[in-house]
Structures are given as C-alpha cells and as structure tokens.
C-alpha cells in the first residue's frame, strides 16, 4: 500500500484559485492511478477527478470538468490538483487517494486513502 498526505486546503472566495497536493510514500507509486474525491458535510463523498498511473489518461467529475485538472509528478511521488473558478458548492474535504487497479471513478476502487484537506469557499 502507498501512505498519502494532502496539503495547500484552505478559504477562497468564489471565482478564486486553489491548489491542492498529495504527497505518496512508497517505491511503487508509479504503479498506482491517483484519485481526488471530497465531502461535504452531511453528504457522501464523492468522486472528482483521476488520473492513469502514466498521466496520460485522466477523468473528471461533470461538475468540475473544465475547472479542476489533475496532474501528478511520479519522480517526486506527487499528485496535484489545480482547482480554478472555485464554487461555494466547492467547499469539502478533498481526499487523495490510490488504486492498484488502474483508472476508477469507484470509491471502492481506492485502497488506501489520505487524511483530507478542507477547501472553503466563501461567496
């Protein structure tokens, strides 16, 4: 398994700009596709955005789409997430996480999971 570690949440105001970075631990990280998801209070998390193990095949949530990228760093075991536009409807907390099994937009897919990173976004 690969250990993650979310960092950069924190307020913006709506039409603003955030980034959002997942560090991974382990030699095998190349091999695992990246996921974002988040959670809003009182609903269920949620997929947002993934990305292949090679970076070359990613796929968003629709509400997103257009908005956020996803991208990763596989020599410095990073996955970022450049959030642009930002919504009220926006503001959870946004998980990293890792399958083994290739690309997914399953939350059952995802082994291991990060400890989340709160993203505000006042109107």
């Known amino acids: 398994q690969v250990q993650l570690v979310e960092s950069g949440g924190g307020l913006v105001q709506a039409g603003g700009s955030l980034r959002v970075s997942c560090a991974a631990s382990g030699r095998t990280f190349s091999r695992y596709a990246m996921g974002w998801f988040r959670q809003a209070p009182s609903k269920e998390r949620e997929f947002v955005a993934a990305?292949?193990?090679?970076?070359?095949?990613?796929d968003y949530a629709d509400s997103v789409k257009g908005r956020f990228t996803i991208s990763r760093d596989n020599a410095k075991n990073m996955v970022y997430l450049q959030m642009n536009s930002l919504k009220p409807e926006d503001t959870a907390v946004y998980y990293c996480a890792a399958a083994s099994g290739g690309l997914s937009t399953k939350r059952d897919d995802f082994g291991s999971w990060g400890q989340g990173t709160q993203v505000t976004v006042s109107s």
């Open positions: 990305i292949s193990w090679s970076g070359r095949t990613t």
